[in-house]
Nanobody
Framework: VQLQASGGGSVQVGGSLRLSCAAS????????IGWFRQAPGKGREWVSC???FDGTTYYAPSVKGRFNAENTMYLQMDNLRPDDTAVYFC?????????????????WGRGTLVTVSS
């Protein structure tokens, strides 16, 4: 499985972007798509996870209410803030998202840069 995130760009505070995660070689009947981000000089932060099986989605508190995972492979980001500036990655694991943070991701894609300016 190969993944590639796209859709990043530069927006002003309050703007929106829609990220896509393109997957090739996908053979699982059920899988979890996770989004992560890494801001300059900081560690990787989990953003969301969506299960393809039933659409169950979990969000990090910092993005809940502003970000929305759609159709498994998309992340709609609204009301963006400067602290959302980061490289965003998508990741895939077989099975479903685990709400306790225990989702195992076996495949990772190259990221896309999101820059939010005030």
């Amino acid at each position: 499985v190969q993944l590639q995130a796209s859709g990043g760009g530069s927006v002003q505070v309050g703007g929106s972007l829609r990220l896509s995660c393109a997957a090739s070689g996908l053979t699982f009947d059920a899988y979890a798509i996770g989004w992560f981000r890494q801001a300059p000089g900081k560690g990787r932060e989990w953003v969301s996870c969506m299960s393809s099986f039933d659409g169950t989605t979990y969000y990090a508190p910092s993005v809940k209410g502003r970000f929305n995972a759609e159709n498994t492979m998309y992340l709609q980001m609204d009301n963006l803030r400067p602290d959302d500036t980061a490289v965003y990655f998508c990741a895939l694991g077989e099975g479903i998202c685990l709400g306790n943070g225990g989702t195992v991701y076996d495949y990772w894609g190259r990221g896309t840069l999101v820059t939010v300016s005030s």
